[in-house]
Structure formats: C-alpha cells, structure tokens
C-alpha cells in the first residue's frame, strides 16, 4: 500500500519488503521491541524503527504500513499433522470453531445434499461436545436424519465415532463383523451394529474405519494442500513440525508435499518424521529409510527431522480418557533394537508418551543406551504430550538432554480427565511449569487435526488461562504460563526442536522472514480473546501468504478449491465467530438461545404437546 512519507531512494541494496509502523514483539532479548524490519532474499536485513528502513526503500520495495498493529514471529506448531491434513482438508467438513451441535448438524444436512453418490461426509476432529451449547455428541438419529443416502463419518476426538445408516453399510459392518483389538463396534439388541464405534481404548478402529472413505488424487492432492497450509497462514502459522501418523506411508504419502516444495508453492515451511506404519516390521522400515534419506536433507522450506512419533506401535500408549489407561506389554526388547539403530545412524525421534508409566520404561532404554555411550550421541530427541509424567522422569529426561512438546489436548479432552483421574492430576496435565523450571525446551503444538483444532490461538489461550474450550478451569495459576512464554513456545521453542534457532522464531537481522501482523494484540486484548486472534498478514520468507482486511489481494493468488461440492468451498475451515468481543459475545448469546429453545422442546414433548422428533420451534430467522 502506498505509504507518505517515505520517499524511494535505495538502489543496490533496496529491500523487498518492508513493513512498517507496527508494534513488533522480536523475540530477541537484545532487541526486544521495534517498529519496522526490512526483507531482502527471504531473510530479515534491519530492524528497528521507520527512520532505519527508510534508506533501504526502493522502486521496487513493496512498504506495508502495520496500522500500529501488533507483530510477532511467525508461529510454529510443533506437532501438527499436517502432510495427512494436508491431503484430506477440502474433504471434510470442519466444525472447529462451531458453536452449537444446532448448527453442526445444520451444516451437515447442506453438505450432504450436495455431496455426489459415493462420496462421504466426514467431521474428523477439531472440535469437542463441550464447545457446543448442547454439551452433548450427535445421535445416530440426528445423522440418519440430516443424511438418510449419504454415508457420515462424525469423529469424535480418540473416543468415538457416529455413524449413519449408511456409513456402516459403506464401511461393510454387520453382524457377523468382529470387533477389531482395542476396539468396539457398538452393537443393539439385535446384534445389529448401531452407528457407534468406540477407542477401547486404541483409535485404530476410528481410523481404520475412516481410512474406507474416497480419497483425493493427483491435482487435487496438491490443491487440498495448498487450501491446508493458507488456513494454516491465516493464523500465523508460518512453520510446522509434522509428526507423521497412522497411514502415512514413505514416500507416498509425502509425495504432495515433495512436490509443492519443487515447485516452491510451499507457504509454510515443514520439517518432517517418518512412522513406521506396521507391527512387526518397525525395524526393516526403519532400516530402510535410513539408506534412503538423512535428517536435515531438504531445505529451508522441507526437511527430514527424524523418526518418529511411533517407533514401534507395542510401546505406543494411545490415550482415550474416557477408558483405563492401557496396560502394555513387553516391548523393551524391539524398542531397544529400533532406538539403537537410530542413535548408530544419527538419528534424532520424537516419541508419543501420554502416561508417566510409559515414558519411566522408555527412559529405562534410553539409561542403559547411555551407560554403553548411544545414547543421545548428538542426536535431538523428545518426548510428545506427557500429560501424567512425573518429576522424577522429568529429572531424568533432563539428564539425558530430551525436549518436551506439549499440545492443547486436555483443552477438548480436559472434562473426561477430570472425571477419571481428579483435580489434583488434572491441575498438573501436564506439568508445564515443572519442565521450564528444569530447564527443559518445551515447545507447544496442537496435535491437529483429529484431536485438537489447527487454530494454534486456541492452543496459546490454553496455555495461559488453563481452560478447557468449555470454559472449565483445570490448570490453576501454578501451572499455567505468561504470555510472553507461550509465544515463545510455539515460535523459538519449535524452532530448537528442528535446530533451526539461529535462524527462525525470532525477528533479528539474519532471521528468516516469517511474521504475523495480527488482528488484535495478543499481549494485552482480555484473557478470554486470545482465542479470536487471527492474522491479517502473514510473511513466510519474505512472501506474503495470507492478507485480509486492510491488506487483502496481497496474498499469492491459489487455484480454486476442487472438487467443487468440497465442504471447504462452502463453509471454510475454522468457523470463527470473529475476533472482535461484540462477535464473541453474539455467537455464545446464539448458542444460548439454542440451547433454550431445545430444552423448551424437549419440556413439550415429555407433556404430550408436540410430537418427539419434530423440529425444536424456532424462529426461522434464526435456523442454523
């Protein structure tokens, strides 16, 4: 935008981009606040205020006034699965965001009408029963109701899965279908599947079931991938860690993203782990992969990090915190063999551990690794969720050099650990403030996108109120963090985890021009709109990536979404409700409003005066 005052007079030097007249939090203790930074090549060439980016300002440089408005680094989400996402994305229909199971379902009803024969509805993560007035799961009657021809596939966090009449039939369950190992089919009188499946406490039958929907091909692998990362940039996201997961084969599946980074349409930058994908046969993939590729090959937009967050699938504690924590068990023995091989071969991993049990017998490994001198050999290594782990590991993960990164899950799953295991373990879920204090990298991520939403504010409100997105507090004040060190947290933090911390998750000189100039001021808005913040433009090596409002059309333009009965190219992806309070406000009266209405409705039918399943009364004017 054209900016007066400032007067083109740089030539050989000029920069490419310089964005101005902000509120700049740098990250960089040296420098900890400015005003205005230059770009040249991608990479930051000043920063300061607008009288020392004026001499770099050339015919060409492209001057964005900032509006007084807050910028920070660019954010990065340090487990995030986002080559899965990536390829599924206009796929699914998004409740992220949603703030009544009345609306969900209304959506649903749209989509299905317009999805073709063959095709699937799927809701698959990012959203949680306790963010709806309702407070309650869809009913396989609301789902046969909304869709009666078109299969639906609602998935409900690691705990379940709704079906509709015809999602069982498409997915090939019937009477005879065994339940598969850690899991249940949900059966009526008749011994009828009826709709439910549930994590018993593996979601591999969520998965597994999932997995039998249509996929995306070819172009339109790369165009859900594209859509994917810019509602990823509309946050601010500009850097990612992918932690692999469930059928997310090497190099198949990475295709997509191999191919984008070629052709540098990549607009945010990926570092990636490899999973081995079956039981059994952990060691020969790894094997394998190892004579393929080397962490750190790629470059500063794709690149190897290591293995992981499986590195055998016997050690993996899955968690649904509605069951019992699961008893494994032996596994020590091909564990071992797998972690040797990495630390023999330079590898680092990233490990899936939710419960204090499993990590003390991975620790066990890794101690007697490190008594023959393996282990961690200069290979970078961490710990993922560790909700229940103890200080006493803690010291131990301390003393062999790990990291830790933590995600948002107990923001959508907190209700159902309370129950299980009490105040007291949830007030330390996990133990945030305990790992600084040991001087442990700690880096913040969301687990998106079948558990936790990909809008990262929801993580960092997480993270500094302790709340659930049903507004419970579970984290008291002891255990929660400032501002300042979420941020840093889900920007140098992860940055440490990649070894890129000399160059990325901090605005200085040399630094990787990634940045977000952000809808409202992440450091002084109230507690409860932290959330709402999105980005209004967002940098990623010095190319804008996302810009709304004042700076909307700066963006590179994408290809349209397709297919076209996409779910995506009706309803976006996160629905927010606005990052401005009166927004907030309007939307949680709604979903009151709704909620009102349906208890008025049931009150009615229980007292004979309407007919149960009919619709609750409600002014059209207002129908969801």
């Not at 501002?483 to 000399?502: D, Y």
């Amino acid at each position: 935008m054209p900016v007066g005052g400032l007067v083109p007079q740089a030539t050989d030097d000029a920069a490419e981009l310089v964005v101005r007249n902000a509120k700049i939090h740098t990250g960089d203790p040296n420098r900890p606040q400015a005003e205005a930074l230059a770009v040249k090549s991608g990479v930051i060439t000043v920063v300061g205020d607008d009288k020392d980016v004026a001499p770099y300002v050339g015919a060409a440089t492209k001057v964005v006034d900032a509006l007084g408005r807050r910028m920070v680094p660019g954010l990065n989400d340090a487990h995030l699965h986002v080559i899965r996402g990536g390829l599924n994305y206009v796929l699914e229909l998004r409740w992220d965001g949603v703030p009544t199971l009345r609306q969900g379902l209304a959506m649903l009803r749209e989509q299905a009408a317009r999805t073709p024969k063959g095709q699937w509805v799927r809701v698959v993560g990012g959203w949680s029963a306790e963010q709806f007035a309702e407070r309650r799961l869809p009913t396989v009657a609301e789902l046969n109701a909304a869709a009666p021809d078109t299969p639906v596939f609602v998935l409900h966090l690691y705990q379940s899965a709704v079906l509709n009449r015809a999602a069982v039939q498409a997915a090939g369950f019937g009477k005879d279908t065994p339940d598969p190992r850690g899991g249940q089919i949900v059966r009526g009188r008749d011994g009828e599947p009826t709709g439910m499946l549930l994590a018993a406490p593996g979601a591999l039958i969520l998965y597994s079931t999932l997995a039998k929907a249509p996929v995306l091909e070819g172009e339109d692998q790369k165009v859900s991938t594209r859509h994917f990362l810019r509602e990823l940039n509309r946050f601010g996201l500009t850097s990612a860690i992918d932690a692999a997961g469930g059928f997310q084969n090497f190099p198949d599946n990475y295709s997509t993203v191999i191919d984008l980074a070629k052709a540098g349409q990549l607009s945010l930058r990926i570092a990636y782990h490899l999973f081995p994908q079956t039981a059994g046969q952990e060691i020969a993939d790894l094997t394998r992969w190892i004579d393929m590729v080397r962490p750190e090959d790629g470059d500063a937009w794709l690149r190897l990090n290591g293995a992981g967050e499986n590195l055998t699938w016997a050690a993996a504690d899955f968690e649904n915190f509605n069951q019992p924590r699961p008893e494994l068990g032996e596994y020590e023995g091909e564990f071992e063999k797998a972690v040797r091989l990495l630390m023999e071969s330079g590898w680092g991993f990233r490990l899936h551990a939710t419960y204090d049990e499993t990590i003390r017998r991975d620790l066990t490994v890794f101690e007697k690794l490190a008594s023959e001198g393996l282990f961690p050999a200069g290979n970078r290594w961490l710990f993922d969720h560790a909700e229940t782990v103890s200080p006493e590991s803690l010291d131990r993960i301390a003393a062999l050099g790990g990291a830790v990164s933590v995600q948002n899950r107990l923001s959508f799953q907190g209700e159902a650990f309370l129950r299980r295991y009490g105040p007291g373990r949830a007030a330390d879920a996990p133990p945030i403030r305990a790992m600084l204090e040991r001087g442990l990298t700690v880096a913040a991520g969301t687990d998106a996108t079948r558990v936790s939403t990909y809008n990262p504010w929801v993580a960092l409100h997480w993270l500094v109120s302790g709340r659930t997105v049903g507004d419970l507090v579970l984290r008291p004040a002891g255990n929660r963090v400032d501002r300042q060190t979420a941020l840093r947290m889900f920007t140098r933090a992860g940055a440490e985890l990649t070894g890129e911390e000399e160059i990325k998750g901090v605005l200085r000189p040399g630094c990787y021009a990634d940045l977000a100039v952000l809808s409202a001021d992440y450091f002084t808005v109230p507690e409860p709109e932290i959330a709402h913040i999105e980005s209004l433009l967002t940098v990623t090596g010095g190319r804008i990536v996302y810009a709304a409002g004042e700076y909307e059309g700066l963006d590179e333009e994408l290809p349209p979404v397709s297919p076209h009965w996409s779910p995506v190219a009706h309803f976006g992806g996160y629905q927010a409700s606005g990052p401005d309070v009166a927004g907030v406000l309007q939307a949680e009266s709604l979903g009151e409003a709704v909620a009102e209405s349906e208890r008025h409705r049931e009150w009615r039918v229980r007292r004979g005066l309407m007919p149960d399943g009919a619709a609750t009364s409600f002014d059209p004017c207002f129908a969801l």
